[in-house]
């Protein structure tokens, strides 16, 4: 069974300034898919970014980029300028590719939580 | 578009006691699942379901009960509610074919059994 790590429960950054959120991941799987899900107080699930594994390419959305590291099953979000509006819990999932067996299933790290400082 | 809708946004029950959290979507999605989110513990798979007349147990099943008669709606039953089922149940769906299919996520339903 795959298992998701989030080392940091928690991480603080000052307001325009850059910070990475850890995650690992356990799988023998060579195919899947990564998120970074944000949850604010609202407590809306809200996808920030995903990596296929197949691609070698680092995933970015706006201020939001991620590092894969796919041999050392690596998956860190870096936040650069980073704004109030990014304080939230970030959590980051797994998804096998299969699509049977239960495989379906978002597996989800335990969380980090962001304070971001004015 | 209202995507995954959850009601009841807030419940509190007493031990012992039944409920029934809604869950609906209008996305046409195959796949929709039950998470319950803890402290610490992140989310945790609950129930799951491809498609209608079809579901099967995740992570944490127990004391949980979850039908799928048509693609739109997905309940989850809690049969005699304890203090251990205190929560954040969250719903999501997404389609199960093509690549890239994003999950989209209901606004929760925080559970207090007292």
């Not at chain 1, 307001?15 to 899947?32: G, I, Q, R």
């Not at chain 2, 319950?36 to 498609?51: A, C, E, F, K």
């Amino acid at each position: 069974a795959q298992t998701v790590t989030q080392s940091q429960p928690e991480m603080s950054v000052q307001e325009a300034e850059t910070v990475t959120l850890s995650c690992t991941y356990d799988t023998s799987e060579s195919d899947y898919y990564l998120f970074w899900y944000k949850q604010p107080p609202s407590r809306q699930m809200i996808l920030v970014i995903r990596q296929e594994a197949y691609k070698q390419q680092n995933a970015t959305e706006n201020r939001f980029s991620v590092n894969f590291q796919k041999a050392a099953k690596s998956f860190s979000l870096k936040i650069s300028d980073s704004q109030l509006g990014d304080a939230a819990m970030y959590f980051c999932a797994y998804r096998s590719l299969l699509t049977q067996g239960g495989s379906e299933k978002l597996v989800f790290g335990k969380g980090t939580k962001l304070t971001v400082n004015p | 578009n209202a995507g995954v809708t959850q009601t009841p946004k807030f419940q509190v029950l007493k031990t012992g006691q039944s409920m029934t959290l809604q869950c609906a979507q209008d996305m046409n999605h195959e796949y929709m699942s039950w998470y319950r989110q803890d402290p610490g513990m992140g989310l945790r798979l609950i129930h799951y379901s491809v498609g209608a007349g079809i579901t099967d147990q995740g992570e944490v099943p127990n004391g949980y009960n979850v039908s799928r008669s048509t693609t739109e709606d997905f309940p989850l039953r809690l049969l005699s509610a304890a203090p251990s089922q205190t929560s954040v149940y969250f719903c999501a769906s997404r389609n199960l074919l093509g690549m890239n299919t994003e999950a989209f996520f209901g606004q929760g339903t925080r559970l207090t059994v007292v």
